[in-house]
T-cell receptor, first 115, second 113 residues
């Protein structure tokens, strides 16, 4: 199994451009999420989804859109990139439980630079 | 709101020395606690977790952590550090009422020969 696959691994954008970070998992996990990692701030939750058609905001959702049309895919969209969105982005998934006892499986990350 | 504090931004230890990484959490109920490790250029991997029961939990790669409710702490320990342990370590708490996992800022471990 591939686990959680993120593409692209690296991307450079100009301010105002749009792009989509792709995330796919082959483990039939219901829960998927996006985090951004910035130096000294750890990982901050952007958006998450508990199943197809269901999404919700995390700690830092502004400037990002998500959708979940299938169990496998959870793309993250930047509609108008800003330099503040320069970061490393991680997608993570897990089998949904009724509690917070969820062990996350992470992708390898996507490094985004906005000039 | 739940939060996680890792007081040490970075720690340097000698190979073969013992290690303790500190983690304090803020959460009203019994927390679900995790330690993840991130090697350079990689995603995060679970080291160990605490859900309930024995407060001393064992993980992979010889790591252990102890949950102390009175101190709101979940410190990570290893008796003898190897050079391959050099990485960034993240403490995290799971939201029992939902599906969010909140991470600390991380502690970067350097291992010197």
């Amino acid at each position: 199994n591939a686990g959680v696959t993120q593409t692209p691994k690296f991307q450079v954008l100009k301010t105002g451009q749009s792009m989509t970070l792709q995330c796919a998992q082959d483990m039939n996990h219901e829960y998927m999420s996006w985090y951004r990692q910035d130096p000294g701030m750890g990982l901050r939750l952007i958006h998450y989804s508990v199943g197809a058609g269901i999404t919700d905001q995390g700690e830092v959702p502004n400037g990002y859109n998500v959708s979940r049309s299938t169990t496998e895919d959870f793309p993250l969209r930047l509609l108008s990139a800003a330099p503040s969105q320069t970061s490393v982005y991680f997608c993570a998934s897990t089998v949904t439980s009724l509690s917070g006892a969820n062990v996350l499986t992470f992708g390898a990350g996507s490094r985004l630079t906005v000039l | 709101a739940q939060s996680v504090t890792q007081p040490d931004i970075h720690i340097t230890v000698s190979e073969g020395a013992s290690l303790e990484l500190r983690c304090n959490y803020s959460y009203g109920a019994t927390p679900y606690l995790f330690w993840y490790v991130q090697s350079p250029g990689q995603g995060l991997q679970l080291l160990l977790k605490y859900f309930s029961g024995d407060t001393l939990v064992q993980g992979i790669k010889g790591f252990e952590a102890e949950f102390k409710r009175s101190q709101s702490s979940f410190n990570l320990r290893k008796p003898s550090v190897h050079w391959s342990d050099a990485a960034e370590y993240f403490c995290a708490v799971g939201d029992t009422g939902g599906f969010k996992t909140i991470f600390g800022a991380g502690t970067r471990l350097f291992v010197k020969a």
